[in-house]
């Protein structure tokens, strides 16, 4: 069975920083895109940025670049996004995911099979 599961969420304070995991189980993801999404209360999911196979980062807009940091190690089969500088938008459960190679947009979520149960992230103003 595939798992996906984050970790790292909670509450910090407004220009704190949290990290977050995502430890991927059940089958390798080394050749796929793995991604981050979030989403906050009253909002459709959002993309926030995806790592390819190769380490290459793929990032929204500028609402996060700059503060955050994806990364992803193939060994232990884990994402991680390193967020800093944490503002009260910033706040909402946020979800990794494993996704197929290919020319669809990596924004786009029916590219991605996989799905982690979401991990809340709450900043405080």
């Known amino acids: 069975q595939v798992q996906l599961v984050e970790s790292g969420g909670g509450l910090v304070q407004a220009g704190g920083s949290l990290r977050l995991s995502c430890a991927a189980s059940?089958?390798?993801?080394?050749?796929?895109?793995l991604g981050w999404f979030r989403q906050a209360p009253g909002k459709e999911r959002e993309f926030v940025a995806v790592?390819?196979?190769?380490?290459?980062?793929?990032w929204d807009t500028d609402a996060v670049r700059g503060r955050f940091t994806i990364s992803r190690d193939n060994d232990k089969n884990t994402v991680s996004l390193q967020m800093n500088s944490l503002k009260p938008e910033d706040a909402a459960v946020y979800y990794c995911a494993a996704g197929r190679t290919g020319p669809l947009d990596v924004s786009d979520q029916t590219r991605y099979d996989y799905w982690g149960q979401g991990t809340q992230v709450t900043v405080s103003s």
């Open positions: 059940g089958r390798t993801f080394s050749s796929n895109l």
């Open positions: 790592i390819h196979s190769n380490g290459q980062p793929t």
